[in-house]
């Protein structure tokens, strides 16, 4: 099996599984206990809460334990705006191609009468730091902006954006899902004052996360419940799978430099390869993009079929069409940086991490190609195009 | 349990009667690429009996399964019995579809309809 899907998840590395072992098999007590049993379980989660501060260039005592990114994003969205909405401040900033986890949040808050403004993140799948000023007004109480998009990795300009909400007072918050692990991020420096993580997005454990929040952020619970998290998030800790993520998450932050470096050439071999696909384009900046992202449409298919037959052949992708994303509609990705439809529909998205090599590199290329040039022979929207009945709309 | 029945898949990875035919005496094309699928059916029909049938999918999974199970379904039989056709037999005959896919063994009916009535229209 060729596995190219790690931005929907990854593999757990050995550290991660090893770090968490022992929290199961010996340290299994509750961490809210008194006797030294339960003790040496919280010692170790603050020991992991350390780490992760370090990892982010935060204080420990900004880090709260989530079940992910998606608590994550909820958490500090429905909280920002929350401490906005005291000072009568109703307005949030955001992008049309964030995560549902953030978009959905924010559509909860503008049926409560918030306003919500999605900002264009034009073809190339990044925002610019004037539209954040441009769009700043008296009354926003909130600017989320996500690190990289998770289908088409594309980096956005967190420290620029950090800046300017810094200097207007505005709270910033960032879903780094798709960035912890992989791109450098100091929360301090950046003048970041929210930050989502999800432990399964870098070799560490699923149902893990952690919300950043800087010191002063009056975070609102989503859970409610003992006194954990300091009070912010009730739920007895999850503390095999916090170890997992501080162990994960420090590998990948020791080893990000020679991580990117193997990746980047793996990426740069795999978008050489299909971009010599007739009618094919890749989605989002071509250098401002996640190191292990390629992201893809291939005109006159569709996606769903593509991924189907690149699983009989071994290979583990994923697409942005409306038969992959449940609803009648293609990603909200695509159609954000401009994809027609037709377009989105035959998309893929292929992520790659550093355990994948040149060799499945090139193996995704030639079936890749196979797959494309067989739907495209059965399909009559293809054939219409060759016969000048329609409108090529990607260029040879 | 895997989002197709083995029919499906079977179905999808090798399909009956693929292709086009030329000097067809009815041809049938329904859906729109906005919406992500467009199928087309070509027929060969010699007294009222359809003699042979091809078709072109552009689409998912199950949209490529559903035209290559609805031409097997017709192959052979009289004009009448094939307007008979239902999408609900498409799917029965593919093991079921997943509920957000039986659009596509409706558009595999309609089709082979608009390619009937294409028939019908130029031997009037």
Known sequence: MIYADNAATTQMSEKAIKAMLPYMEKIWGNPSSLYSFGQEAKDAMNFAREEIAHCLGAAAAEIYFTSGGSESDNQAIISAAKIGAK????????????????????????????????????????????????????????????????????????????????????????????????????????????????AHKFHGPKGIGALYARKGIQLVNIIEGGAQERGKRGGTENVPAIMGMSAALSDACANMAANNSKLLKLRQKLIGGLIKIPHSTLNGDADKRLPG?????????????????????????????????????????????????????????????????????????????????????????????????REFILPA | MPLYSAKVMDHFRNPRNVGSIENADGVGEVGNAVCGDIMKIYLKIDNDIITDVKFETFGCGSAIASSSMATEMIKGKPVSEVLQLTNKAVTEALDGLPAHKLHCSVLAEEAIKAAIEDYQSKHK
Not at chain 1, 95 to 123: N, P, Q, W, Y
Not at chain 1, 124 to 153: C, F, H, W
Not at chain 1, 175 to 195: E, F, R, S, W, Y
Not at chain 1, 367 to 380: D, F, K, M, N, T
Request: hydrophobic share 40%.
């Open chain 1, 87 to 198: 000072k009568n401040k109703r307005h949030i900033i955001s992008t049309a191609f964030e995560h549902h986890a953030v978009l959905h949040t924010l559509d909860k808050l503008k049926r409560e009468g918030f306003d919500i403004e999605l900002l264009d993140v034009h073809e190339n799948g990044i925002v610019t730091p004037e539209q954040i000023k441009n769009s700043i007004r008296a009354d926003t109480a909130l600017v989320t902006i996500m690190y990289a998009n998770n289908e088409i990795g594309t980096i956005q300009p967190i420290s620029e954006i950090g800046e300017i909400c810094r200097a207007a007072k505005i709270i910033f918050h960032t879903d780094a899902v798709q960035a912890a692990g992989h791109l450098p991020i100091d929360v301090k420096a950046q003048n970041i004052d929210m930050l989502s993580i999800s």
């Open chain 1, 293 to 389: 992202n390629v992201s893809f449409c291939f005109e006159g298919i569709e996606g769903e079929a593509l991924l189907l037959h690149l699983d009989d052949r071994g290979i583990c992708a994923s697409s942005g069409s409306a038969c992959t994303s449940g609803s009648l509609d293609p990603s909200h990705v695509l159609l954000a940086i401009g994809r027609p439809h037709e377009i989105a529909h035959g998309s893929l998205r292929l992520t790659l991490c550093e355990n994948n090599t040149e060799d499945e590199v090139e193996k995704i290329i030639a079936a890749v190609g196979e797959v494309v040039e067989y739907l495209r022979s059965i399909s009559p929207l293809w054939k219409d195009k060759v016969i000048g009945k």
